[in-house]
């Protein structure tokens, strides 16, 4: 049933007081949560874990890039290649060459010619996702997320929430935004069935969200060995998920990617060689003296669950109206240095 | 019914051959479609709705950063006093005076001392949003999106999307990202009913992408003059729909603004007077000799629905993936320079 309805009632629904006093004392703000949460909520990031890539200085400010690797089961292909490439100290001498506006940083070597270490493995496009060993014969079923997947520790996840507007069930999980999706087979065989039936598979990827470093590639099927990095600047280009691999993620310093002058050529590449910003080593944590230890706030803690509530309704004093949600990309995982 | 499965079998399911040369002819990327688009598909932008903002120049470059204002019905009151901040040259001699990461820059009077033209309206917060006159008494329908509305020019929308992570039906029209929610009336007093009822009601509100322009503000319900402007610069920070005003979009130089130093205060705000980056005028686009023509491809027409299409579903060789979806902030639309 539809009626026509004055303008003026609509209006009214806005011009409810808010108290913001007693707003305050009830709800605070996502980083008075973080603020708050226990010493034991936090995890911290094994050095080893960790890249360090120093750019060249600007005039006397140095400037370090720390990224932090993602762990098994996703992308473990290419991140040990990155491990290979840093012990070689493959980047040191490289640069950062292409700066596209509300897109990407990418670094690497410019020349394409400079040799790559021994032993690289060349991963395939099915290591974009991992897989679970549980799925659901029902697409019912599987297509409103109640179908059950194992992440990275064997844990068990049960999705709840709606697909978002890229088809995905995102989540945060042991400290990594990801999300569920389902590819149908439509004659798949499974051990028990006496002949093939549709069925949903989910699998699980990484999730293109601000400051997520990923695996330049050229045209499928090649994947990139890893020595071509590129981190996100901008919008969630989520339409990259699950066709390039995502390999970690800045946790400091991404400053000094996200404010360089924006390359003027074809993607955002500098076009002279004097614009490119020199790379003076990339190391793996555990081999660079003094660096500080990195925590993240636990996704499974009870302070994670408060504070991305809060950031899907914000109810500081500032705000007037809780959104009611928030995208997966809205709600980025706290990460600190660890308080001596 | 749920079946264990093995890993080769999800697997496989990627291995399905691709033919790059056969997807290009058929499927042209985004930036492809917006270059074919015919010339009756733009639109131009009067000069009179532009806002021309002159940075100090970096070296010998210049910096001009163009912003469109928003159309009727949204934030007029705002806009209103933007175009008589400009009138009085009250940004001549201002400043941006904060860089957030991810987030915003803004600008204004750092001192806060400088006097406002006369004549600046005070806005109310209902005017965040502008009220349809045509809603659905079922909730039901209405949370389905079912609910019809009308936009800027009479036009009715049929809202056919579910609703997004943040409780909105958003949708590009008349050129801008908007998004509708439903706000529920418990005892709505409608003409022709003879008692109370339950009504959701529709609003359309501007959404916060990449490059839109909002007006800064203190605490609720004081909602800002205009003077003291911000744009986004980072992942769209959409709990800010319905909490600010938004008046408008940077449609050329954002670069000069994204690329800036960050702010090492809180907030982002610089610390030192000298980090602010002077702004030596801000007038309609009217005002300004030599200004170019810009046009944006109107999202009504054909090659606007191709484009979209092919922004949710790239097919493009490069892409083994399309996603079958995209959040309305990855959906920029195309502006440029008219052709002379």
Chains 1, 2 share one sequence.
Not at 83 to 109: E, P
Not at 149 to 171: C, H, N
Not at 189 to 202: A, L, R, S, T
């Amino acid at each position: 049933m539809k009626k026509a309805c004055s303008l003026a009632i609509a209006a009214a629904l806005l011009a409810l007081p808010v108290n913001a006093e007693e707003a305050k004392v009830e709800y605070p703000s996502p980083p008075e949560i973080v603020a708050k949460a226990a010493a034991s909520e936090w995890v911290e990031i094994a050095p080893s874990d960790l890249m360090v890539m120093e750019l060249a200085p600007l005039g006397d400010k140095p400037r370090r890039v720390v990224i932090q690797l993602m762990p098994a089961p996703f992308s473990q292909g290419w991140v040990s290649n990155i491990r290979k490439l840093a012990a070689a100290k493959f980047w040191d001498g490289t640069s950062v060459n292409r700066v596209q506006d509300n897109y990407v940083v990418q670094w690497g070597d410019a020349t394409e010619k400079k040799a790559l270490p021994d032993g690289l493995a060349v991963v395939p496009e099915a290591d974009y996702a991992a897989y679970s060993y549980e799925c659901s014969a029902s697409p019912s079923e599987a297509k409103t997320g109640r179908c059950r997947v194992y992440a990275a520790a064997g844990q068990r996840i049960e999705l709840t929430k709606e697909a978002d507007s890229y088809g995905q069930f995102p989540f945060l999980f042991d400290g990594w935004p990801l999300g569920v999706a389902y590819h149908l087979d439509e004659n798949a065989v499974v051990p028990g069935w006496n002949e093939p039936k549709p069925v949903f598979f989910p699998s699980l990827a990484p999730v293109h969200c601000y400051g997520m470093v990923g695996v330049g590639r050229n045209l499928s099927p090649d994947t990139g060995t890893g020595a071509e990095l590129y981190t996100v600047i901008g919008h969630a280009p989520r339409h990259l998920d699950r066709n390039i691999a995502l390999v970690g993620r800045v946790i400091e310093g991404i400053e000094h990617l996200s404010s360089l002058p924006r390359g003027t050529g074809p993607l955002g590449f500098y076009e002279r060689e004097e614009e490119r910003v020199p790379i003076l080593s990339v190391r793996t944590g555990n081999e660079v003296s003094g660096l500080p230890a990195y925590e993240y706030l636990s996704t499974e803690s009870e302070s994670f669950a408060k504070y991305a509530d809060a950031r899907a309704n914000r109810r500081d004093p500032f705000f007037i109206k809780p959104a009611g949600g928030a995208d997966i990309c809205n709600i980025p995982v706290p990460v600190r240095r660890k308080a001596l």
